[in-house]
């Protein structure tokens, strides 16, 4: 078995910009352009929805051999449509590896497609390469703190659920053969209705401020917020907080950075106070240029991401910090 | 009326740490264990449907582990479960989500629940794979990131909204009995009371074999696995620039690097 099987992921339209990253990563598990023409070594990209057509044009990228529109009856994802697609797909095209991102859709469905067809399975997988002929994934373990490399004995077919934002979107434009695949239909036992924008009556937008000052776990007691707000409207810093803080119901769920809140898409400084830097929080903010981490714990994965790091207390620092301002 | 819970006893690093002789764990010395936070949500979840319901409802959890595991499982009889059933055997060593899947299906088909919890994934292992891997061997359906749910014990079908990248939530419906996995944030977990931590320590935790299960060595442990760990190091991190001094010193430096930023942003 050979080849690469990256399945696209869309949504209300929309294909995910992670889909793109995928086609990076086979490619990069293709390895050496010689090995890249040996025949079967090929990299196809499926697009399961409604109006597959809707997605080609923008997946007609270099290192793309082959396109596979894959019409179904389910609008958006849905976890029996995809099980059977993709599964149609792997009876069919028997790739060795397949590239999904590791993403809400992802974990409806890829672990039990590999329960079922006894594949490989490796998920958040940052990086994935041939280590004299055995696929080697590599992922984190205990909060980040160690990398994991996994292999798959007696598998002859992977499936791997790629971190966003780990591989670079191809930028040169090719022209894959574009076929149609017929997958089978499916009765689903679930069926999504509508989809909910999160709203609330506060008015800050995470996504356009340019300097943010993030409160997590840290802080302790929610009769702590009130202080750091006051350092955010004194230093001039839209306050911002990690999931726990929102969970909690301290500060509202349009303040939260991370995957499943906002990405600080404007933000040029960002201090992060009492943030361990949970991998769902990073994928918010690790991009940001200037990161400044403040934390009592030197361990914290935070320290990975920051520029500036300052071990110590969160309290004494905001103190001292407050009185220059 | 059941509902089963996939609990796991999950383990934090210590802040100094060592990779095993072997190089495919940490030493387990520097281990902290505890129930995984997810856990803690689903457990809730089933604790608050069982109190809204009018009929009897058990709760039940289950966790595929060796004995020190018993810590988490009586943290949860304290905070509300009816059982707790822990699933161990040496063969089991080594397990993946998957092989850790395929027993606690074995483990729902001998409890026949109404629904089955699961966390969305676990702290230390992040594999988020499961609970929906423990569907598929149950042949169920299934859905992962419910962040809020509607659902009456022994109801045909339940509503929840499942929480997409982005602040996008998505209103679902599902057929049950199914797998459900847990997002964090779906209710407030309650602490467990001196007086119910008291009569969960002298509560059992059944405990069951390989055997009373109808399993095979073969289909647990490395060889029932889809992955293997090969080796686990510790990274090369991208290092911050640490400010050093007191409190005071370190404070006047966040000051410079905030005007810094303030007079390009001028």
């Known amino acids: 078995m050979s080849g690469v099987l990256v399945i696209a992921e869309q949504r209300r339209g929309e294909l995910r910009p992670v889909s793109l990253e995928l086609i990076s990563a086979a490619r990069a598990l293709q390895g050496a352009e010689g090995l890249r023409s040996a025949e079967g070594n090929t990299v196809t990209v499926a697009v399961i929805a409604r109006s597959p057509e809707l997605f080609l044009d923008s997946l007609k990228l270099a290192g793309v051999d082959e396109i596979l529109a894959v019409k179904v009856a389910a609008a958006e994802f849905d976890p029996d449509t995809f099980e059977t697609a993709v599964g149609a797909l792997i009876e069919a095209r028997k790739p060795g590896v397949v590239l999904v991102a590791h993403s809400v859709d992802s974990f409806g469905y890829a672990a039990a497609l590999a ?5 490989g399975l490796a998920t958040d997988v940052f990086k994935a390469e041939r280590i004299d002929g055995t696929l080697v994934a590599t992922r984190g373990g205990y909060g980040q703190k160690v990398n994991v490399e996994v292999d798959f004995p007696g598998r002859s077919t992977v ?23 017929a997958a089978p239909a499916t009765a689903s036992r679930s069926g999504g209705r509508d989809f909910i924008e999160l709203s609330s009556n506060d008015d800050v937008d995470m996504t356009a401020a340019e300097f943010i000052l993030t409160i997590g776990r840290g802080i302790g007691e929610e009769t702590n917020v009130a202080q750091f ?9 839209t306050l911002g907080c990690s999931r726990p803080i929102a969970d909690a119901g301290w500060l509202p769920k349009s303040r939260q950075v991370g995957q499943s809140g906002k990405t600080a898409s404007a933000c040029k400084l960002y201090i992060a106070m009492g943030v361990s830097g949970a991998i769902q929080h990073l994928a918010g903010m690790k991009h940001v240029s200037t990161i400044v981490a403040v934390n009592s714990d030197a361990g914290a994965s935070i320290f990975g991401v920051a520029k500036y790091g300052v071990v110590g207390d969160i309290f004494e620092i905001a103190e001292e910090l407050r009185r220059l301002f | 009326m059941k509902i ?5 006893q999950v383990a934090a690093l210590d802040e100094d740490f060592e990779i095993r002789e072997d190089g495919r764990d940490v030493e387990a010395e520097f281990l902290i264990r505890d129930l995984n936070e997810w856990d803690d949500y689903s457990l809730e979840e089933a604790v608050k449907i069982k109190e809204a319901s009018s009929g009897p409802v058990e709760v039940v959890v289950v966790s595929v582990a060796p004995e020190e595991a018993d810590e988490a499982l009586r943290k949860c009889l304290a905070k509300g479960a009816d059982r707790a059933l822990r699933i161990w055997d040496d063969a089991m060593e080594g397990s993946d989500p998957i092989a850790i899947a395929r027993v606690l299906a074995a483990a729902a088909k001998a409890e026949a629940p109404d629904m089955l919890f699961a966390g969305v994934q676990s702290s230390d292992q992040t594999f988020a794979s499961t609970g929906i891997a423990t569907a598929a061997f149950l042949g169920w359906p299934h859905a992962a990131v419910v962040s809020s749910l509607d659902y009456a014990p022994g109801a045909k079908s339940a509503v929840f909204r499942r929480e997409l990248e982005g602040g996008l939530l998505q209103e679902v419906e599902i057929q049950c009995p199914a797998v459900l996995t847990i997002q964090l944030g779906i209710n407030t977990p309650r602490y467990a009371s001196l ?8 509560k059992p935790v059944e405990v069951k074999t ?11 442990g490395e060889s029932g696995s889809h992955s293997r760990i090969r080796r686990m190091y510790i990274p090369d991190k991208g290092q911050a620039q640490l400010i050093e001094g007191d409190a005071a010193a370190k404070a006047r430096r966040l ?3 905030i005007r810094e930023f303030k007079g390009d942003a001028a």
């Open chain 1, 159 to 181: 499936l791997l659920a790629i971190r966003a934002n780990t591989f670079k979107p191809p930028d040169q434009p090719g022209a894959p053969r574009i076929s149609e695949f």
């Open chain 2, 255 to 257: 000051a410079e690097i």
């Open chain 2, 4 to 8: 089963l819970i996939a609990v796991k």
């Open chain 1, 229 to 237: 707000k006051e350092l955010a409207d004194a230093v001039g810093a």
């Open chain 2, 195 to 202: 007086r119910s931590i008291k009569q969960a320590a002298a």
């Open chain 1, 115 to 119: 329960a079922k067809l006894d594949l």
């Open chain 2, 210 to 220: 390989l055997a009373d299960l109808k399993l095979s060595a073969g289909e647990v």
